[in-house]
Nanobody, 114 residues
Framework: VQLQASGGGLVQAGGSLRLSCVVTGSNVRMNVMGWYRQAPGKQRDMVAVATNTGRTQYTDSVKGRCTISRDNGKNTIDLVMNNLNDEDTAVYYC?????????WGQGTLVTVSS
């Protein structure tokens, strides 16, 4: 199973960004797919996740600013982030979980400039 993330980059504060991730190498339905992030010197934390039944969960700091969406047919998980601030600067990792294991993408850097 491989997760390929894309969409990171440099964005000005107040701007928007879309992160995309595609899961390949498995025909198994991913129970949970989502995005985590790790800022410099900090632990990796959840940003948003979506279950295969459509339930979503967001960390408090991004509620109202971010939208997660998944396409079960294409095995993709996207994260749209709006009104970005410097606290959103981090490496973002896509994540997928099945009954058989947990998988991570390679990480994509998001840098918010003020």
């Amino acid at each position: 199973v491989q997760l390929q993330a894309s969409g990171g980059g440099l964005v000005q504060a107040g701007g928007s960004l879309r992160l995309s991730c595609v899961v390949t190498g498995s025909n198994v339905r991913m129970n949970v797919m989502g995005w985590y992030r790790q800022a410099p010197g900090k632990q990796r934390d959840m940003v948003a996740v979506a279950t295969n039944t459509g339930r979503t969960q967001y960390t408090d700091s991004v509620k109202g600013r971010c939208t997660i969406s998944r396409d079960n047919g294409k095995n993709t998980i996207d994260l749209v982030m709006n009104n970005l601030n410097d606290e959103d600067t981090a490496v973002y990792y896509c994540h997928a979980q099945t009954l058989g294991g947990t998988y991570w993408g390679q990480g994509t850097l998001v840098t918010v400039s003020s």
